[in-house]
């Protein structure tokens, strides 16, 4: 079993940065890959980005150059600093860990175990 705690959504304006933060507690962070997904009112759950056990590292296609993800196994935690913040970014952002090899690299909601309760993300134009 893995907790995992989002926070350091806000409210911005557009262009702004916000750093989210997911810290997880239980079994070994290390062990699994984790990632980002966000949710807009009204729409699907959408992938964001993913950090495999190792070094590989996946984008949607609409944050790439903007949000980069990173984990410190450390520290149990991942990241998801978010730069040139846009309106359409604003959503329920939610982290979520996978048990897999370490080239496991998880990019559909179902193939990830366990999930955060989620932060807002507000971006005003």
């Known amino acids: 079993q893995v907790q995992l705690v989002e926070s350091g959504g806000g409210l911005v304006q557009a262009g702004d940065s916000l750093r989210l933060s997911c ?16 949710q807009a009112p009204g729409k699907e759950r959408e992938f ?40 359409e970014d604003t959503a329920v952002y939610y982290c979520a860990v996978a048990r897999g090899s370490p080239r496991f690299m998880p990019r559909v909601r179902d193939e990830y175990d366990y999930w955060g309760q989620g932060t807002q993300v507000t971006v005003s134009s």
């Open 48 to 87: 964001v980005a993913a950090v495999t056990r190792g070094v590989y590292i996946y984008y949607e296609e609409s944050v790439k150059g903007r949000f980069t993800i990173s984990r410190d196994n450390a520290k149990n935690t991942v990241y998801l600093q978010m730069n040139s913040l846009k309106p």
């Open 23 to 38: 810290a997880a507690s239980g079994r070994t962070f290390s062990y699994y890959a984790t990632g980002w997904f966000r």
